[in-house]
């Protein structure tokens, strides 16, 4: 598939403005995310500190069974079809060949990921569309994907600010080598993640797109594996206009992407994983400007889909279309429940067998444009 055949939705729909400030105003425009082609990587640091000791995939990689592949593009389809009969706009990436080999002066790694998730990818922050520096050398070509959409985005709004963070080198000196054996167990990582010691150093800015939320003027980002703290630092000069605020979750052990830990819904309510309470010094941000963080139900499930990377909490990687509506994963019954019992409608969307290519529902996707303007939430 080349450029020109992007599927973006039905054309007449909305034009091209890319601007998107929160998690939860109403969504216009969307990119989902493809299962073609997805692989799991070899062995590389970051990577494999992120896989538990009894998890299916330590060991394997390679290209994912076709089967696995198929059944996923038909639920990302799927999602994509609801979402424009919902009114929103969706655009899919071009995947490249992921069988193919990184190699720069610094690293080589024999083959990629894929291209689900976008959130990790590419941060939105009002008119502009941040490449991440990414943190995984398989995933250091990604943005790749998605430039046939930047280009167009940016000859089609001439406000659209089309950005990348600095590719980082991601030599050795970027991991901590005592991160790599695989038997350091979760008590261990539980310490380190509680003393801020993450398998990547302070070598140089790194950031994954989905350690980031938005909440209008402030930007909460989670320092831990994928993303450190020059990575925070980075992303604070680069949006002098916003305040970044750092957060931890000390009881995940494999602290990746915010978005099964720390969930805003609405404007004055967030989820939080309770097995991944935000320490009390970090919530009174929150609390003095009168939010409501609540325990996230438990999830439906006891154990993740097979060769899936995340955890069960992906019950929680709900995607918000407006204040009042949510897309919840159809077998999370709890979840949904509870932001039923919240006062959401709840839009029960199939994807868990989608799961192993990256994530969920707030995961397999990427904003472009979400109404409402900037706003300070925390004054
Ligand atoms: N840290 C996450 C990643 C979810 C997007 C997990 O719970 O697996």
């Known amino acids: 598939m080349d450029a ?12 091209t403005r890319v601007e998107s400030w929160t998690e939860w105003d109403p969504l216009r425009h969307v990119i989902v995310g493809r299962a073609d ?3 799991i990587p070899p062995p590389e640091p970051a990577l494999d500190a992120k896989v538990p000791e009894d998890s299916d995939m330590r060991g394997q990689w390679g290209r994912r069974p076709q089967e696995t592949i198929d059944r996923a593009n038909a639920l990302l389809d799927g999602f994509a079809d609801l979402l424009r009969k919902r009114g929103v706009r969706v655009d899919r990436p071009v995947p490249v060949d992921f069988s ?37 050398r398989c995933r250091w070509f990604e943005y790749l994907c998605y430039r046939p959409l930047m280009q167009r985005y940016w000859e089609e709004d001439p406000g659209f600010r089309h950005e990348a963070a600095p590719k980082p080198r991601l030599t050795d000196a970027d991991y901590h080598p005592d991160y790599l054996s695989d038997t350091i167990g979760e008590a261990k990582r539980l310490e380190w993640a509680a003393a801020r010691h993450f398998v990547t150093t302070e070598e140089e800015p790194l950031f994954d797109a989905a ?28 949006f002098p206009d916003h305040r970044v605020h750092a957060v931890n979750f000390p009881g995940d052990p ?8 720390f969930s805003p819904m609405r404007p004055g309510l967030i989820l939080n994983n ?11 941000l929150f609390e003095r400007n009168g939010w409501e963080i609540v325990d996230a139900a438990p999830p439906a499930h006891q154990t993740p889909p097979p060769l899936c990377y995340s955890s069960v ?3 929680m990687n709900v995607l918000v279309l407006d204040p009042k509506t949510v897309c919840v994963e159809e077998s999370e019954v709890y979840q949904a429940d509870q932001l039923d019992r919240l006062g959401f409608e709840v839009v029960p969307v199939a994807l868990r067998d989608a799961y ?24």
Request: aromatic share 8%; net charge negative.
């Open 4 to 15: 020109s055949e992007t599927p973006t939705g039905t054309a007449a729909e909305t034009p």
């Open 37 to 39: 082609d997805g692989h």
């Open 100 to 136: 193919q080999a990184v190699t720069t002066p610094d690293f080589h790694t024999p083959s990629q990921f894929g291209c689900m998730p976008p959130r990790d990818v590419l941060l939105t922050v009002g008119r502009e569309i941040l490449e991440a520096t990414m943190s995984y």
């Open 211 to 238: 350690d980031v939320l938005r909440f209008g003027r402030d930007l909460v980002v989670q320092h831990g594996f994928t993303t450190n703290r020059k990575g925070i630092e980075w992303l604070r000069r680069h």
């Open 254 to 261: 494999y602290p990746i992407h915010i978005d099964a830990t």
């Open 274 to 284: 309770p097995q991944r309470r935000l320490p009390d010094e970090q919530r009174k």
């Open 313 to 315: 909490w992906l019950s």
């Open 356 to 379: 192993a290519f990256g994530g969920g529902l707030h995961c397999c996707t990427a904003d472009v444009r979400r109404e409402g303007e900037l706003q300070d939430y925390f004054p």
